[in-house]
């Protein structure tokens, strides 16, 4: 540990030298000036824990000693040592800063205390500076991170604002662009059955009547997205139920009792899968209402959707006449059933057929990454 340094000053050599022994003697480093000028001078050059110094010396004297101290060596503790019981001296030398003062001769052992106490209480001082001057920089360095994190914050809820407009403005462009497509198809069901009407050929009535249910099919995606929150799925189980509905009015077996049964699971579906799952549906469907029962006025269609562990599985089954043996899905002569093919292979699903008491189409369909 280091000794405390000691400026001792005093213009008698007797007492100077015989309280720097003494001080010396208790583990204080001393340094001796015989003078004010020569205090000055050491000073000026180094630093002391504490300083002590006569009151009466030639110019300069020891309040001027006190004075240079205080004003140069920020905490140094001063003791003034004076021989005469001047009050006024004493005085103005603690108006000055001064820590202590003692009248020569001084008892050496209240010398050691007076001087220990004062180095102690310059100590805290010190100390007590240097907490605050580390809690104004800690201070200053909280002010500093709340002023960023206020900043960033601020940011943060600025860019997540733009990006809520952002996303709006998509959905409101989006619905805006389903509501023009859902119109178009709208109008393009319109001309269809406006060119229907014109026609004369049974041939051509049957190819409108079939591009019709198509359109309408695909119109029902759109207008189930349009009046859901979630623009990107519909509810396919809704979805089938109003296709077979819609179906049902466009299909030409008006004095026939056709009872359609469904089981189809609550399925979301995005647009991709939704719009050629839906033309399978309305193909198959559309079939069974107007081919498999030629000679009948009753009949039972059952349309299935379910899910599997591999995807989707629709079965579209009716207890028809049955389909012919020479008919397959990728004849040239059956449009219907070559768009169903095409359609569940585009899919990357597969599709079976069962003849017998009836007919029965079973499509599966994968779904991996379009959940």
Known sequence: MTADSILLVDDDPLVLHGVARQLEADGFRVTKASSGKQALDRLSTEEFDLVVTDLVMDEPNGLDVLEFAKRSIPNTAVIILTGYGDVHAAIDALRLGADDYLLKPSDPDELLIRIRSSIERRRLVRSNDELGRNIAERTSQLEQLNAGLEQEIAMHKAARMALSRSLKEKEVLLREIQHR?????ATISGLINLQGAMAQNKGIDEAIASLKKRVRAIHL???????????????YGDYIETLIKAIQQLSPTPTKEIEIVTDVDRIELDIDTSIPLGLISTELL????????PNRDVGRVAVSLKRSEEGLILIVQDDGVGLPSEIFLDSKETLGFRLVSS???QMGGTIVVERGDGSSFIVRVPLEGKE
Do not use: G, Q
């Not at 207008?223 to 799925?233: M, N």
């Open 181 to 185: 497509v859902k119109n178009n198809l």
């Open 286 to 293: 559309s079939n069974a209402l107007v081919h498999a029962f």
């Open 221 to 235: 995606i759109y207008e189930k997205l349009y009046s859901r929150r979630d623009l990107t799925l519909i509810d």
């Open 343 to 345: 359609l569940t292979e």
